[in-house]
């Protein structure tokens, strides 16, 4: 018996719990494709995996379905990966621990994965279920599609015959998505010369951020753990010579990091000052972020003992990475002009990292999710931090690079969808474009003339270890989803 063999509907929260025992962080998803493929081979069901591993599982029309338009079912099998720094989980090799917590599912110490698990899910359930009525359903799981849409923009779709998709990849039921921002992955990379000083080591750590989905939250101002931690290294290095021996922030480049902490060598007479002036900042910082990450915890531990030669950038490479990062943008750049309260432009400052090296010059990597629904816009807030990175002596590296989904005018599924949950719910879905990026623009630019809808149920701080996931939303979803796919088209 599994914890969630107590739900309805029992095959949706079955799949879902079988998923969450798979590891599948993304770039770590062969096991969960190599169970897909197994399911779909158990159950004669055609089936398409490729050598990125993404799946195509096909079932055919049930009676009196086989001239109704074909649906495809679309969602991708990886996850966030991130736990909470004192728990041991090892997420590439171990399954998640799920537990219920009245409506909401959610995970030990982790994220749950309800980004995108429950899709694979519903898709799973759906193609197990012989009493559900459908045409026929061509249900596309993609792979990686956290780190920039891999998946997506390698798959090859000639098979499908569907001219209409449900995507399952949105987390507010009784929203209907019908476009998204585009997007990008950068990598800025800045080059340090090392060296030895003696003195003492100082860790500043910051902890306690709310953090969240850099699409769907980025709008909410809450504080960001890399770009507040460059903020203290300028603090620092703009009085005192030091040298950055370590930089760790962030898991992925599309959450808002929570946690970010550096490593700086100092000569013992000037710890005192350094710490003086990390307190000072960090003061600054709580109070600024009091009404919207009031946890925030902000510390420097100076090491008391004296260390010979450490290796560490040198004092005018660490000051030309703290200008990097106090001078690099973060956050909301534009609001959209045509949709009120849509963010237009954003890009988060997801991942840190840099560790000194005795036999090797190192680099400093900061990556960033750019996202805007005006592509020109998207392409111009690059530019701007590749002359950043360029000025500060480094380059940039971009992938992931994927279009924007553009809104239909005319669309018989939108039509179709919203008219049967006003009938089951008694009001309007509400019709939405979204700042954060779906794999509709990339799929549709492969398929002509697709007509797509995004769905999904309700889900809360997706991308962080206090990620949830409601029941009852899950259930009424479902329901919805059946009903849609027993509804045949007007005749």
């Not at 079912?73 to 041991?88: E, F, I, T």
């Not at 860790?203 to 850099?214: C, K, N, P």
């Not at 000194?356 to 530019?383: H, M, P, Q, T, Y």
């Amino acid at each position: 018996m599994g914890v969630l063999s107590g739900l309805e509907p029992q095959n949706v929260f079955y799949y879902f719990e079988e998923i969450t025992k798979i590891p599948h962080g993304s770039g770590n998803v062969a096991q969960l494709s190599d169970y897909l493929a197994r399911f779909a081979k158990e159950r004669g069901l055609w089936c398409r995996q490729d050598a990125c591993q993404n799946i195509i599982m096909v079932k055919e029309a049930t009676p009196g379905y086989e001239s109704e338009p074909p649906v495809i079912l679309q969602g991708h099998m990886d996850m966030v990966a991130v736990h909470r720094p004192d728990d041991p989980i090892d997420m590439a090799t171990e399954g998640l621990k799920v537990g219920i917590d009245g409506d909401d599912l959610y995970a030990e110490g982790t994220s749950l994965g309800g980004d995108d698990g429950i899709a694979v899910a519903y898709a799973l359930a759906l193609l197990d279920a012989d009493e559900i009525c459908h045409p026929r359903l061509e249900v596309v799981i993609t792979v990686d599609e956290e780190v920039g849409m891999d998946g997506a923009r390698q798959i090859d779709l000639s098979p499908l015959r569907g001219r209409r998709m449900i995507n399952l990849d949105s987390e507010e039921e009784g929203i209907f998505l019908t476009s998204c921002a585009g997007g990008a992955r950068v990598n800025c990379l800045l080059p340090c010369g090392q060296t030895r000083i003696w003195g003492r080591s100082a860790e500043i750590s910051i902890a306690g951020l709310r953090g969240g989905h850099s699409g769907e939250e980025i709008d909410k101002g809450r504080g960001n753990a890399n770009s507040l931690l460059g903020r203290l290294l300028w603090a620092v290095t703009s009085r005192l010579n030091v040298g950055l021996v370590s930089l760790d922030g962030g898991l992925a480049d599309n959450a808002i990091p929570r946690e970010a902490r550096a490593v700086l060598q100092v000569a013992s007479e000037n710890l005192p000052a350094l710490e003086e002036i990390v307190e000072k900042t960090a003061a600054e910082i709580s109070g600024e972020l009091s009404a919207r990450d009031p946890q925030v915890r902000i510390a420097v531990a100076g090491q008391p003992e004296e260390e010979a030669g450490v290796f560490c950038a040198t004092p005018e490479d660490t000051r030309r990475i703290a200008a990097f990062l106090i001078s690099a943008p973060n956050g909301v750049q534009a609001m959209s002009a045509d949709i009120d309260g849509l963010v237009e432009t954003s890009l988060n400052l997801g991942i840190l990292h840099y560790a000194a090296d005795a036999e090797n010059s190192g680099e400093v990597s900061a990556v960033f999710s750019v996202r805007s629904s005006v592509d020109s816009a998207k392409r111009a807030l690059i530019a701007r931090l590749q002359a950043l990175a360029a000025l500060t002596g480094g380059g940039i590296q971009v992938r992931g690079d994927y279009p924007g989904w553009q809104y239909r005018a005319v669309s018989p599924l939108r039509d179709k969808m919203t008219a049967l949950y006003e009938r089951m719910y008694g009001q309007k879905p509400l019709i939405r474009a979204i700042h954060a990026g779906l794999e509709c623009g990339l799929l549709a630019a492969k398929i002509p003339d697709l007509d797509c809808v995004s769905i999904g149920p309700d889900m809360k701080d997706i991308h962080t270890t206090e990620e949830r996931l409601s029941i009852s939303s899950t259930a009424r979803v479902w329901s919805f989803l059946v009903q849609l796919l027993a509804q045949k088209d007007p005749a």
